[in-house]
């Protein structure tokens, strides 16, 4: 029988509206809208794609989007400046720096400038250092959307065996980190696989729920798969027959008993988690 479709957009239309009743009741209660800044370095295609999707859904729900746009030929001095006054900008509660930055950048200096509490991204060590502790400030957008799916699907992670195949500072190491916290959400037995992983598929087909963030088209195939198992797709991956994921849909939908499409899976819901991230930013600032 075929999986279920964990359908992120309809997901993401549900905890959108729900962020825009909380965001309305702020800007209510305090007098000022939650406003995300972005910042764009250079002309990258997919980045200003990116950037002008994030801002048109802070507009569609209430917040306040600011772009600031930086050539490419920007120094990490210069960039260090502009974030130093985003930081003090009082009206300014959430900063996002798109990566990549160009290569002349040190992108870690950029982004361990960014106030942790402006930190709707999560990435700064401090933010990172209590998610390990399990005590965040906020949680990272896309494991964050990741962890949203299986709770509002009721699917158990407590006890359960959760591969995560790819380990990035983005998705694989937090989800990973996420899903072994005690709570709901968590108390999951986590494995992390990458690509220096041995047995690789015979420790996927072990997963009560997998989730591949990797960036290989159609790379894990349904005998990669136990039968039953969540499938959660975090990959997006341009190829000549369109977007795809890191997971080959159609053979995999036949054993999984859940599964995410691409597109339509977790992309929807990590801007969503941008969204509820900038406005608990403003309620910290408050
Ligand atoms: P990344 O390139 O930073 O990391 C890829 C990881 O995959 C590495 O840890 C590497 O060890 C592992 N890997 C690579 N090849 C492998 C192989 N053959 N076997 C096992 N592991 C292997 O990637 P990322 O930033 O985590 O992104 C991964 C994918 O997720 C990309 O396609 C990206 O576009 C997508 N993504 C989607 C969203 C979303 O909102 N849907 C958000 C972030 C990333």
Same mark, same amino acid.
């Given at each position: ?9 309809? $997901?993401?239309?549900? @905890?959108?509206?729900?962020? #825009?009743?909380? =965001? ?8 000022? %809208? *939650? ?115 299986? $709770?509002?699907?009721? @699917?158990?992670?407590?006890? #359960?065996?959760? =591969? ?8 694989? %190491? *937090?989800?990973?980190?996420?899903l072994m916290q005690k709570g709901p959400g968590g108390d ?6 990458h690509s220096r992983s041995r047995n690789l598929p015979e ?84």
């Amino acid at each position: 029988m075929a999986a279920t479709l964990l359908d992120g957009k309809a $997901l993401a239309d549900t @905890i959108r509206a729900e962020i #825009a009743t909380q =965001v309305a009741d702020f800007t209510h209660r305090c007098g000022v %809208k *939650p406003c995300l800044a972005a910042v764009l370095v250079g002309d990258d295609p997919a980045s200003q794609v990116y950037v002008r999707n994030k801002q048109k859904a802070c507009e569609q729900n209430g917040l306040v989007s600011q772009l600031h746009r930086m050539e490419a030929a920007t120094s990490t001095g210069q960039l260090l400046e502009r974030i130093d006054q985003l930081n003090t900008d009082r009206n300014v509660h959430g900063i996002l720096v798109q990566l990549p930055l160009p290569k002349q950048v040190d992108s870690n200096r950029v982004l361990d400038a960014v106030h942790p509490k402006k930190d709707v991204d999560a990435f700064h060590p401090a933010n990172v250092g209590r998610i390990m502790q399990g005590r965040p400030l906020f949680l990272p957008c896309t494991p964050h959307a990741i962890q949203q799916i299986l $709770l509002r699907h009721q @699917i158990p992670t407590a006890g #359960a065996h959760i =591969v995560v195949i790819g380990r990035s500072d983005i998705v694989g %190491k *937090p989800i990973a980190t996420m899903l072994m916290q005690k709570g709901p959400g968590g108390d999951a037995t986590v494995t992390v696989c990458h690509s220096r992983s041995r047995n690789l598929p015979e420790i996927a087909r072990l997963a009560d729920i997998l989730i591949v963030a990797i960036g290989r088209a159609n790379f894990v195939t349904g005998d990669m798969v136990k039968p039953g198992a969540t499938v959660i797709d975090v990959g997006i991956n341009r190829t000549e027959s369109g977007l795809v994921g890191d997971v080959d849909f159609n053979a995999v939908r036949q054993v999984a008993g859940a599964i995410t499409p691409v597109p339509g899976g977790v992309g929807p819901l990590t801007i969503t988690m941008l969204l509820h991230n900038t406005l608990l930013a403003a309620r910290l600032q408050a």
